[in-house]
Each structure stands twice: as C-alpha cells, then as structure tokens.
C-alpha cells in the first residue's frame, strides 16, 4: 500500500478520533486546529514520512485551494454591508485601516530580520500573514460573555479580510520577475486578475441567486439540492476564473457576495429556517481543519528543521506588534476600554489564507520561496498554539471584565450592538460546551 493511502488512513483516523471528543475539547486548551496540524507533523517528512510536498505536492494544492475555495465563499455569504457599520463601525475600522496598516507594517519590520528577499518580496510576506482566521480560537467568539459588539466584529473581520488581502497579493506578485502575473504585465494581471476575474464572480454568483431564489419560490428544489447547488456555484466562479487567467480566490469571493444578495431578493430576510449554506459551511470547517493537517505534514515540520532566531523573531512580531499597533491605530476615538483594544488586537490567528498563498508562492516560483515558506510556517504554527492554547482563558477572563465594567457603566461603548449569534463555520464545527 503506497504512503499516500497510509496517510488517508491515518487522516480519517484523527478525524474520527476528534469528532468524538469534540465538545470536550471545545472550552479547553486543546483546539482543533492544535490537534490536526500536530497529527500533521507525525506524518510528514519530520514523523512517519507518509505525506511531501516533493511526492504530493499538485494533489495537495489542490486540496488546499478546494477548501480556501469554499471558505471564501461561504465567508462572503454570510456578512452584509450593514454588517461593516455596526458597533460604531468596528468591522469598517479593522479592514479599512487595519488591514492596509498590517501589510505595510509587516513588510516594514521583514526589512531587518529576512535579509536575501527583494522589496517585493518582503511585501509578499507581509500580504501573506495579514488575514486572519477566527475557527483557529473559536471561543474568542462563541464565548457568551464577551460582548456582541466585539464579537461581530471580529467575526466579519476575519470573514472579510481573507479577501481583501487577495489584490494586494496578486499586484505583489505581479511585480516579481518569473511569477506567472509578471508573465501576463501589470496591465494584463489588473484586468485579469482584479476586474475580470471580479465580473465573473459577480455574474456567476449573482445568476445562481436568483435561480436558485426562483426555484425555490415555485418549489422546484429540495433542501438537499439546494445546498449541493451553493457548491457548484462556488466551483463554477472559481474555475470560470482559472480559466480566463485571472483569480479563482477573487472571483468566488466575489461571488459569495452576489449569490447571498441575489438570494435575498436585494434584501428580504431568508425564509424562516433556511439552511441553504449549511453543506458548504461545514464542508469548509471540514476542508479547513484537514488543510492544517497537511499544513503540518508538509511544510510546518520541514520548516521546524530549519529555525533561525531571525525567522522565530518575525513570526513573533508579526502575531503582537504587526496585529496590535494597527488595531490601536484604526480603533482610535471608537470609545472603546484599552481592555477590549488589547483583547481585539491579540486576537489575531493566522490560518488558511496564509497557508494557501503561502504555497502559491511555491507554485508561481518566487525566487525568495524558501525562506518565505519558513517564516509563513513557522508565524502559523505558532499562531496555531499561542491563539488556540490561550482563547478559552482570555474570552473568560476578558468577558467577566466586562460583565463587571458594564454593570457599573449603562453607557459603555462595549455595550452597544444588538445579540449576536456567531456563524457555525467561523466558530468551528461545535460550539462550546452545552450548545
């Protein structure tokens, strides 16, 4: 039997060992995302040897564009424009100015500690490690006490910025000698890319709402159908994109938008009990915590085997001051505690979107690729441990703060917003405890 079907065996094994015991995981240290990319290293190069990038690597690129794929879109389904106003305008400020900040301060800090990579380069890294990942410390979000107002924020945060990081990206890359988008010139990759690439998922995700939203009002589709056909709206806008050399990631982004505008009838609320998205949603949490199984396997244990102190005091900067001066930055004059900034600002995982544009770094044959991977595995990897390990305890700690803040102060800022239920597929598969 070749190692490749050892190590399905192996991964469906940790997968059904988890599930078993993943409500009692879900208020302790121990997160998913902990126990896959662990489970990962064992099986690579570093452990039983039965997973590679050399050997595997097309197949599991593939694998891990199928699931940033459907994050994307299910992320982008689920966040309204309003969304990005509310809470005196929390989600506006962190993607609007925090966003841009991170990248900028990323690539200003690689300057002294990556020495070798080009301008460009150190600009990659930083676009790379700015989007964030709430599933990779669900209870910073799903915890109760932490109020509504924080919590939506950080959840459209992190569902929106995974996509907005995408043209800063492919405009980085385009700028890089040899890339397949310097190939195409700046111009061909900014008509491509970005404006072409943003049609086809407006137009694809836009026409598959409103059919679906026809058939569903003349009662032509099942429940099962309907959510089999979100999958293949997502697989559509991305491939269409592929195909026309632009970017699958933009257009199904894009298209997660269209199709959850064009569902609602510009608007009108989802019938009661609507679960349409529900397939894609778990089949991303799924996809997700398996892509940091691979994660571990192929590139986070080989980059163990290589620590520098330069390369461990990035990844440092990058999960503290990269994430939490930008954050003070943008939520300036909101009213918000000091508190609740620091806990905004630490709550900052790195997760999917860094590891598959990580590898697409390795796919388009950026000269610095090496040393890229390693700072982008080895900022991951401890994200993985630092922000999974502590969210439980600081969503505690923070919340009884607050509960004891508010009860003195009726008009804390924190206080502001209406109840908040997160989405099932930011916050992991489970919920906590006695959901």
């Known amino acids: 039997m070749s190692d490749i ?25 121990v997160s998913g995302a902990i126990v896959f990319a662990g489970a990962g290293v064992l099986l690579g190069p570093a452990g039983l040897d039965l997973m590679s990038l050399d050997a595997d690597g097309e197949l599991l690129l593939t694998f891990l564009e199928t699931a940033l794929t459907l994050v994307l879109f299910t992320d982008a ?10 809470g005196a305008g929390l989600p506006g400020r962190l993607l609007g100015a ?14 002294p500690l990556l020495p070798g990579l080009t ?11 700015a989007p964030t990942d709430a599933a990779l410390g669900s209870s910073a979000i799903a915890n109760p006490r932490v109020p509504a107002l924080v919590r939506q924020g950080l959840n459209v945060e992190s569902g929106l910025n995974d996509g907005m990081v995408l043209p800063f990206f492919v405009l980085f890359l385009a700028a890089i000698p040899g890339t397949g988008y310097a190939e195409q010139g700046e111009t061909g990759t900014f008509w491509r890319a970005l404006l072409l690439s943003t049609a086809l998922g407006l137009i694809v995700g836009a026409g598959g709402g409103r059919l679906l939203r026809s058939s569903r009002g003349r009662g032509w589709v099942t429940r099962e159908w309907r959510q089999i056909h979100v999958l293949a709206v997502a697989a559509a806008s991305y491939g269409l994109a592929v195909a026309t050399d632009g970017s699958g990631f933009i257009a199904a982004w894009v298209a997660g938008f269209a199709f959850a505008s064009a569902l609602r009838g510009g608007g009108e609320p989802p019938p009661e009990g609507d679960r349409t998205a529900d397939l894609a949603e778990h089949l991303g949490s799924l996809l997700a ?3 940091l199984l691979v994660f571990g396997a192929v590139v986070l244990g080989p980059a163990l085997q290589h620590l520098s102190w330069r390369i461990t005091a990035y990844a440092v900067l ?32 790195r997760g999917l979107a860094s590891i598959v544009l990580g590898l697409l770094i390795v796919e388009q044959r950026v000269p610095g690729v090496e040393l890229i991977g390693r700072v982008v595995a080895i900022t991951v990897g401890l994200s993985i441990v630092v922000h999974g390990a502590s ?26 917003g209406t109840a908040f ?15």
């Open 421 to 435: 239920v997160g989405r099932r597929r930011r916050i992991g598969l489970t919920g906590p405890p006695g959901e």
């Open 289 to 291: 915590l398996l892509g």
């Open 5 to 29: 079907v050892w190590a399905g065996v192996a991964t469906a094994g940790v997968t059904a060992a988890y599930a078993l015991v993943s409500r009692r995981l879900a208020s302790t240290p």
């Open 391 to 416: 969210a439980a305890a600081f969503s505690d700690r923070y919340g009884r703060w607050y509960e004891r803040t508010a009860a003195r102060d009726p008009n804390l800022s924190e206080s502001r």
């Open 119 to 129: 301008g460009w380069e150190l600009a990659l890294v930083g676009a790379v490690l």
């Open 318 to 349: 990058s999960l503290t001051v990269v994430r939490m001066v930008p954050v003070a930055v943008s939520l300036a004059r909101s009213g918000l505690k000091p508190r609740t900034v620091a806990y905004i600002g630490w709550f900052g995982p």
């Open 98 to 111: 925090g966003l841009p900040l991170s990248i900028a301060l990323g690539w200003l800090l690689a300057w």
């Open 77 to 86: 389904m689920s966040v309204r424009p309003t969304d990005l106003r509310t």
